[in-house]
């Protein structure tokens, strides 16, 4: 990312420079009289700007610049990243310097931070809603005059893209446009003569508008679905047949983006991401004697009682833990080997630093008389999220209405990213898990043993490997929760995708590819196979996390990546690997919010419960569940 990021850091501040000057003379005017008067012009402060509530953050650099334009002599330290998720209580900078400087720029500094903030967690809430689809989700102008350049910056931290920046880089030829020209085609001819490298977008409000823009050609570069109402974009989804992209725009609430993205439709605007979001609340907090720990005495305290607490403690961390978890890890590794490494040792306690499942699966694998504990057990996985046990059981029953009896013809497989009762429901039913990186070998295993395989939870992991096994589109078949496939849809199958999705990995898109293989022609792309198909057919390579380590580890110094992966992993590997170019694929950085929830906060929390001689947080699974569960873990493991 980094020159990716550099050039993306310097545009936004060379936007926000004069809105920093013309905010700070209003707050400021002739000066704050308050801190002027009771404050020596010597005294020194430290501040905390800490998360009130849960959000993304977006505008650090806005923040320090505010502060450093008061006075250059104070330091901003970020705590964490641009697009990176906070919970109420979050350290999310810290700021050192004069007192008169650092509470002069303050609520200027703030004010940027919180509204940007705002944007950016709205957006994540659009983009977490459909992630389950392809839609990507736009912004409009819709956005304060002035502010275009942050709020549409904001917008892609929180993981949308950007619609046109104005007036002058997109043709949108909308109603009015298309009166005064006389029709459709006139007015694209004449828009398309003038400017004839400016991407052409057209508004239509009927099917027969629609109709009339498909037949224009060459086609135009979007057609913009205005107002219509779900079953009108469902029936325009089918015409276009994807000769177009469609974009649905038009009173697009958060209630109502999943059924629109799920009629198939491209991109859906939203005028609302920088209209109507709420500022995040963020607030500063001055040093005081009761001030919370900073991030280096908590990491002694954590060492201090993990040394106390010896070998009877294991502590392991997932590759996409935060820096400060990973600083105390025993073991740092993939969902699998983590697994694994828990079941060899000796600890009585389990610490698992990741997300429920994989704590789930410790807890199944484990030995007897070990405890697996969280610092944070609500820490789940979107993805695994995506398959209840009822759902799936249902999509099962109507795969039996169709054939009989699905045991007979369909394996079901499971990814390792799922609940324990659903590694149960492939236990019983002569089913198996598989992982990221034996997916592959899991799909050959399950296809010979019967026809065909119900693969769940996530569609692009199970779609990839099948493609990649030469296995035709036409036999892959997405099911479809509100829509139930037919009977005919169902008996072309060999294999049958459940509609879960990573909202991490599928943010990225070929649009990502293309603009990085632009701008770096030299430069090797690299993805999680949690991907979608057109991101992992554009790339180089695809493989699981483990993998991903491995290739960047073994190349030669000098090589420049773009990977597609979680960005907490990816920003440990451009630091870990100077001498070769690493940067993230999507400009937004995708960390996975749940794997953030671990804190070493809770992780210190944890430690000092267990000295204390209680187990809290533990994960246990039913008897019943877990013996299945373990059955189609076992059967991965024996292949
Ligand atoms: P691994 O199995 O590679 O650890 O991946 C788990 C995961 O959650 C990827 O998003
Ligand atoms: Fe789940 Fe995606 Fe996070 Fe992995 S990155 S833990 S699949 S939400």
Redesign the pocket.
């Known amino acids: 990312m980094e020159a990716r990021s550099a050039s993306e850091r310097e545009a936004l501040l060379r936007a926000a420079a004069p809105l920093i000057e013309l905010a700070l003379a209003e707050d400021i005017g002739t000066g704050d009289v308050t801190t002027e008067t009771t404050l020596s012009p010597e005294s020194q402060v430290h501040g905390y700007i800490v998360a009130k509530a849960s959000g993304i953050i977006a505008g650090l650099p806005v923040a320090e610049m505010v502060f450093r334009y008061v006075a250059s002599t104070v330091r901003f330290i970020a705590r964490v990243g641009e697009g990176e998720e906070v919970s109420p209580g979050t350290l999310i900078a810290e700021v050192t310097g004069p007192a008169h400087a650092v509470l002069a720029a303050e609520r200027t500094a703030l004010n940027f931070l919180q509204r940007m903030s705002g944007v950016a967690t709205l957006t994540r809430c659009f983009v977490d809603a459909v992630a389950c689809t392809a839609t990507t989700i736009l912004d409009t102008r819709k956005t304060i005059p002035g502010w275009r350049a942050l709020d549409k910056y904001a917008v892609r931290m929180g993981g949308g893209a950007n619609h046109r920046m104005g007036l002058y880089d997109m043709i949108l030829i909308k109603d009015n446009h298309v009166a005064a020209a006389g029709g459709i085609r006139l007015a694209i001819e004449r828009a398309r003569a003038a400017h004839p490298h400016l991407p052409i977008e057209v508004e239509v409000r009927n099917l027969e508008e629609l109709q009339e823009a498909l037949a224009i050609t060459p086609p135009v570069d979007r057609i913009l679905l205005d107002n219509m109402s779900v079953e009108q974009m469902r029936q325009a989804v089918s015409i276009a047949a994807g000769r177009v992209p469609l974009e649905a725009s038009g009173g697009i609430t958060l209630g109502r983006a999943v059924e629109i993205a799920e009629t198939g439709v491209d991109y859906i605007s939203v005028g609302a991401l920088t209209h109507s979001a709420a500022a995040l609340d963020i607030s500063m907090e001055l040093a005081t004697a009761h001030r919370p720990p900073t991030p280096s005495e908590r990491s002694t305290r954590i060492a201090e009682i993990k040394a106390r607490l010896g070998r009877q403690v294991l502590i392991l961390a ?1 590759h996409y833990q935060r820096d400060e978890i990973i600083a105390h890890a025993d073991v740092i590794g ?3 080997e983590l697994a694994r490494q828990a079941a060899r040792s000796d600890a009585a306690v389990i610490v698992f630093c990741g997300v429920h499942f994989m704590a789930e699966t410790s807890a199944i694998l484990a030995r007897p008389g070990q405890d697996v504990v969280m610092p944070d057990p609500a820490a789940g ?1 979107y993805l695994a999220n995506t398959a209840t046990l009822d759902a799936v059981q249902s999509a099962w029953e109507r795969l039996a209405e169709v054939f009989g009896d699905a045991e007979r013809v369909f394996t079901p497989v499971t990814y ?2 799922s609940s324990a009762a659903l590694k149960a429901f492939c236990g019983c039913h002569g089913g198996l898990v598989c ?2 990186s034996n997916a592959a070998r899991v799909l050959h295993a399950a296809l010979e043993q019967r026809e065909r395989v119900f693969f769940f939870p996530d569609q692009h992991l199970g779609r990839n490997t099948a493609r990649r096994m030469g296995i035709a589109p036409e036999e892959i078949l997405l099911w479809s929760r509100g829509h139930p496939p037919s009977a005919e849809a169902i008996r072309k199958a060999k294999v049958v995708l459940w509609p879960g999705a ?1 909202n ?2 599928q943010r990225f898109r070929p649009q990502d590819v293309l603009a990085v293989r632009r701008q770096f022609p030299d430069v090797r792309i690299l993805v ?1 196979p ?1 991907c979608k198909q057109e991101v992992v057919a554009l790339a180089d390579d695809t493989g ?3 993998h991903i380590i491995e290739q960047v580890q073994a190349a030669a110094p000098g090589t420049r990546w773009a990977i597609g992966t ?1 960005a907490r992993l990816v920003q440990r590997l451009q630091r870990q690997h100077p001498e070769q170019q690493i940067m993230l694929l999507s400009e937004a950085p995708p960390f996975c919010r749940t794997m953030g929830q671990t804190t070493a906060e809770k992780l210190l929390q944890l430690l000092e419960a267990l000295a204390r001689g209680e187990r809290p947080h533990r994960i246990t699974v039913d008897q019943e569940i877990a013996h299945w569960a373990r059955i189609a873990l076992e059967r991965m493991l024996a292949l």
């Open positions: 997932h993939d969902s699998l996985c390792i990213n992982t990221s990573c991490v990995h999680h949690e699981s996390t483990r979680e």
